[in-house]
């Protein structure tokens, strides 16, 4: 078995691609994308991948090529910062790639311009992805993207010699934010040691939903967290981060290097996070990793997990390569060849019979990889990817980050934050 890498940013983050403008439609017809021939060149775009993992694409479409020496595939990996402004200056221009990766919060702002599976997508080439994965990924009724990989089910991450000076029971490990917010804020009174970053986190929109609030109207319309209930739970957040449950550096725009972290010792626990957390803890903190106790994460009000973003791959409607594009995403992220990237790097696969494998299905040891790869695959029926649905996501999810985080320091009251980040809402919906 292969040893897997940590993570690039891009892959780690799978919810912080850069948001840009809603992409129009641009030419290209569908209706003759099965006419096509099974030939030519097929340009198909991936997000921050040729640095670590040009040996396992380059051979995937080496292998493909020699099965259809017809088709030609032309690989170009764009920067994940890059991937959005990319697309829509290709797809402005017509000059469009054939396949194209695009994290889920994305897909949103380009379905116009995208084209439809469900005709080059048959109900066999689907049966093997996830249904809690696929289905998502449609809109009104169409089938515009088919799942890649993902961060797998959260997991919880305690550092033991910490946590346990404050009662924590690893039979017992928390089971809501409230849960392990109690535990954060005793931990620094008894330790002095920092709770958390797990608010407001990566996306404190997600933390929301673990609580059961609903974000938006029925119609998609209009922001509907702007409650007492809400303001309430702002309020408990604000304690724990005055007591340093929260830690200090948790209101950092730049999730990717809090100032207080379990690689640097200065945290205590994760109640939620990507399992690939573990990898970069390994790498950057070995003591620390032979501390770490990893168990369940905290749960949804129905008893889930929340998956905040996963990879997918999609066609644009101006491709002229459509029905080839077709067939090398079906190749590409196919069972075998997700469980092989998978065995390269700590992400997890879309398709049923990757996790049926003795990688994912076999007995592991209390190595905490090993035990986190258990916790994900048992926990990946009760994994929820139920994203907002409009054509700005991540925009939305980063403006009422930024209230919080305002109102964590202090600059604003509960009721002016959610105040202004309905009104942001409310303007970017309208």
Known sequence: MMRRSALPAGVLALALVT??????????????ADDQPFEGEVEFWTINLKKNYSAYIDGLIAQYQKDHPKVRVNWVDVPGQDIATKLLAAVASG???????LTSSDLGRFVPSLRPLDDTFKPADLADYQPNLLEPLRVSGKLYAVPWYNGGTPVGIYRKSVVTKAGFDQKAPPKSYDEAL???????????????????????????RYYGVELLSADKKKAAFNTPEVAGLLDRFKKSY??????????????????QSLDNGQLALSASTFAATLLNIQKNAPDVYKDLLVTE??????????LLA????????????????????????????????????????????????AFFAGG???????????????????????????????????????????FLQGSKSAKEALDAAEKQWNDALA
């Open 242 to 259: 005055d007591k340093h449950g929260i830690a200090p550096g948790a209101v950092s725009k730049d999730v990717r290097s809090f100032p």
């Open 95 to 101: 000059d469009v790639p054939d396949a194209v990766n």
């Open 310 to 357: 996963q990879q997918t791959f999609a066609i644009p409607k101006a491709s002229k390569h459509q029905r080839a594009a077709a067939e090398f995403i079906k190749f590409f992220t196919n069972g075998a060849n997700q469980l092989a990237f998978c065995k390269l790097v700590p992400i997890y696969p879309s398709t049923i019979s990757s996790t049926k494998d």
């Open 297 to 306: 994460p905290v749960q949804t009000k129905t008893g889930g997990y929340l």
């Open 364 to 406: 592991g040891g209390d190595d905490p990889m090993d035990v986190a790869r258990q916790v994900i695959v048992k926990g990946l029926p009760k994994l929820e990817y139920t994203p907002l649905g409009t054509a700005k996501d991540t925009e939305l999810g980063e403006a009422l980050a930024e209230e919080v985080r305002a």
């Open 19 to 32: 948001s840009g403008c809603v992409a129009g439609t641009s030419g290209g017809s569908t209706a003759a």
């Open 182 to 208: 109690a535990l954060a804020d005793k931990v620094y009174e008894e330790t002095k040691v920092y709770g958390t970053n797990d608010i407001p986190g990566i996306n404190i929109a997600s933390v929301l």
